[in-house]
């Protein structure tokens, strides 16, 4: 097997290539005010809170009601206080301003309320916005090696990514690309920071496991059903995706990432899949902020 270091690099494009090229200065906002060192204190040295992650064109963002829905939800589950989307909209205004050039927005909530010692006490959220040129994805096909992994609160996408990127650089030392979760049962859950389909050659099928339901699946979802495409969601043993034709990942990032292959089992790459795919997440409007 190859090693990692002899397959292309799945970013096409350094982080500060990019901001270069593009002319975007990487910035962070607190609660919509520019943000110095003693604003980052608390989420650089208290590792509790959660975020979303999207991608920004000429001021718009594809599923932006479902980002917002998510930001609320986990707040009131990690802070036990609600989180006003009116203003965190704003805030994502504020920070994008006039730039129309692709972007990456990333909005975390903290908060530097809480007491920690005594963590169950409602804590006032923190919002923190910050921007980047647009991440730039090869879509090479990608291969994958198994973990037997579940992370804390699969259904938040939290802060708490120690482990999913060390299951990610383990994977890469063994010549992979990057990892996938399988729960105790032996079911596929998610990959790192990616959720995964499955297609039959008919339906498009999601692991029903404990996991993060990913804006861009949700995004997939709606598109393929409104394309009249049957999808479905089902426990998927690990030791049954071989009768799977094609697998692909999604994230916010990227809409389709095909899978080469998953430990020692290979897929089709399907060039039309991948097609019907983007064209079912496409299907999704731009939502002004």
């Not at 594809?62 to 939800?73: E, V």
Request: proline share 6%; aromatic share 8%; with cysteine.
């Amino acid at each position: 097997m190859d090693t990692f270091r002899d397959r292309p690099d799945k970013t096409a494009l350094a982080p500060d290539a990019q901001a270069e090229l593009s002319g975007v200065v990487p910035r962070c906002e607190l609660n919509g005010m520019p943000a110095d060192a003693e604003a980052l204190r608390t989420p650089a040295l208290l590792n509790y809170g959660h975020f979303t992650a999207m991608q920004v064109q000429g001021g718009c963002v594809r599923g932006l009601d479902l980002h917002l829905q998510r930001l609320d939800r986990a707040t009131r589950e990690l802070f036990g206080h609600p989180l006003d989307a009116a203003t965190v909209q704003r805030y994502m205004q504020t920070i994008v301003g006039d730039e129309r050039a692709p972007l990456s927005l990333r909005v975390n909530v903290f908060s530097r309320h809480l007491q920690r010692d005594r963590p169950a006490e409602p804590a006032q959220p923190d919002v923190l916005t910050s921007i980047s040129a647009a991440r730039i994805v090869d879509a090479t096909p990608v291969r994958l090696k198994t973990f037997r992994y579940q992370r804390v609160l699969p259904h938040i996408k939290h802060v708490g990514t120690f482990e999913v990127f060390h299951h990610k650089r383990l994977a890469q030392l063994d010549g992979y690309d990057d990892a996938l979760f399988v729960d105790a049962s032996g079911a596929v859950s998610e990959a790192s920071i990616w959720n995964i389909g499955f297609f039959d050659g008919e339906r498009v099928i999601w692991p029903d496991a404990p996991m993060l339901t990913g804006i861009a699946m949700q995004l997939l979802q709606k598109g393929l059903s409104e394309s009249g495409i049957e999808t479905t969601t089902q426990h998927i043993a690990l030791a049954d995706i071989a009768a799977f034709r094609s697998a692909f990942l999604t994230n916010s990032s990227c809409a389709v990432l095909p899978i080469e292959s998953i430990d020692g089992v290979r897929f089709a790459i399907d060039a039309d899949l991948a097609l019907m795919l983007e064209a079912s997440y496409a299907r999704n409007p731009w939502q002004p902020l």
